[in-house]
């Protein structure tokens, strides 16, 4: 089924507004929702991102399939969530599990509100206050469906005063289902939270999603996002720094392939004087892969003395590929320290020529050196499980030679 943009919005939104009301859910949720516009190509944030391959009807059904590969275990701690619903959970002392929490601060887009208004089963996990967990969380988020379908997981973790852990967000999706999911991570005054958003799914599916970083206290967050285009990748990332002293990294390789897609629009919001952020992401496209960078700093005026940075630089590996990357700085205070740079690039052809002239293949140059382009951030992966999964996973990206068409349904 083919819609125009402005038609496929509404019925989106039709659909979207009777599954809530079915679900009988939280009134302030769906009074958003009542008021939201779905985007169409109009849309400035969206101009990028076509959603016709929503048009099938993926939010007419609920993702119910098996897995036929689970993601395998990089930690000893495991909560599993399977088409939205929690499966199984090994957590260590000082954390706790529970399905109700904190409301989320930021929500702005209307997948983010329809997530809030249907997710029957949040899961929010707590570490506890001075607590320090040795290793990481690994939250397995996965779905599957033969035919268009969704789910909706929404996942919170809250780390109170002095508390210290690592999350590791972890993506995987099978077939058609549509993953429409939100997570919050809130942070009170001396928390140090490492996270890691790892996204692999496969090509036919769809992935939509909502992060929200809440720096309610004077914490440290650290987050690494690593994703691969599908065919349909949306990354609404927002991050609120909203107590003085507090420090937010963010770091992140996207790779698109064959005719695959990721969009990714960032915003950190500095509402409060003395903090910092550093953005630095790194983008590879191949053969038909279209991806969007959009990153923002928003420097509210009573933010003085802020000092933050946007890097994102991008490599074309093919004639066909696309990058649209877009820095932007609003800035309403004259004390800070800000910066933003981004550069769209090809690999260069003398480094490529002296690797073959050497007796490497040219595609295998191709490959050395897209790695050699991203491996500094590889390089800065804390947890060396992590490390161990994302350096096959981007060399499999960058060996993969499919003809364009082959690969994404």
């Excluded at 599993?80 to 619903?85: A, D, L, P, S």
């Excluded at 939270?193 to 992935?207: F, I, K, M, N, V």
């Excluded at 952020?277 to 892969?289: C, H, R, T, W």
């Excluded at 933010?303 to 800035?331: M, W």
Aim: aromatic share 4%; glycine share 6%; hydrophobic share 40%.
């Amino acid at each position: 089924m083919s819609l125009s943009a402005s038609a496929l919005a509404q019925e989106l939104k039709t659909q979207a507004l009777a599954n809530a009301q079915t679900n009988g859910s939280a009134g302030d949720a769906l009074a958003a929702l009542e008021a939201a516009n779905f985007p169409e190509r109009k849309t400035e944030q969206w101009k990028y991102t076509s959603l016709q391959a929503l048009a099938d009807g993926h939010l007419n059904a609920t993702a119910d399939g098996e897995l036929a590969q689970p993601l395998p275990a990089l930690s000893d701690y495991v909560v599993t969530i399977n088409n939205g619903q929690l499966v199984s959970h090994n957590l260590p002392d000082g954390v706790s599990l529970s399905h109700d929490g904190p409301a989320i601060n930021g929500l702005q887009t209307p997948f983010a509100f329809y997530n809030s208004a249907v997710a029957s089963q949040p899961v929010v996990l707590t570490v506890a206050a001075n607590t320090r967990i040795e290793q990481p969380i690994h939250v397995q988020i996965q779905s599957a469906s033969d035919a268009p379908a969704h789910c909706n997981p929404r996942l919170v973790v809250v780390l109170n005063q002095g508390a210290e852990a690592a999350v590791i967000e972890h993506y995987h999706a099978e077939g058609q289902a549509l993953t429409n999911a939100v997570t919050a991570l809130i942070t009170a005054d001396n928390a140090q939270l490492t996270h890691y958003r790892l996204q692999g799914e496969q090509a036919s599916s769809l992935h939509i999603g909502t992060l929200i970083i809440d720096q309610q206290g004077v914490s440290k967050v650290d987050s690494y996002q690593l994703m691969t285009g599908n065919r349909l990748r949306r990354n609404d990332v927002r991050a609120l720094v909203s107590k003085s002293g507090a420090e937010l990294n963010m770091k992140g390789i996207f790779v698109v392939r064959d005719k695959s897609h990721v969009d990714n629009q960032l915003c950190v919001e500095h509402s409060v004087p003395n903090c910092e952020s550093d953005q630095n992401f790194k983008g590879l496209a191949g053969e038909s892969g279209k991806a969007v960078f959009n990153g923002r700093i928003h420097i509210h005026p009573g933010a003085s003395g802020t000092n933050a940075e946007l890097s994102n630089k991008n490599l074309l590996l093919n004639p066909g590929a696309e990058i649209n990357t877009k820095p932007e700085l609003e800035i309403y205070n004259d004390d800070v320290k800000c910066a933003h740079g981004t550069t769209v690039g090809q690999l260069d052809a003398m480094q490529q020529f002296y690797l073959q002239s050497r007796g490497i293949p040219a595609a295998e140059a191709k490959r050395m050196l897209s790695l050699g382009f991203v491996n500094e951030l590889l390089m800065t992966l804390p947890h060396e499980k992590v490390a161990e999964w994302a350096t096959p996973w981007l060399e499999a990206e960058l060996a993969h030679t499919t003809p364009a068409g082959d690969r994404a349904a």
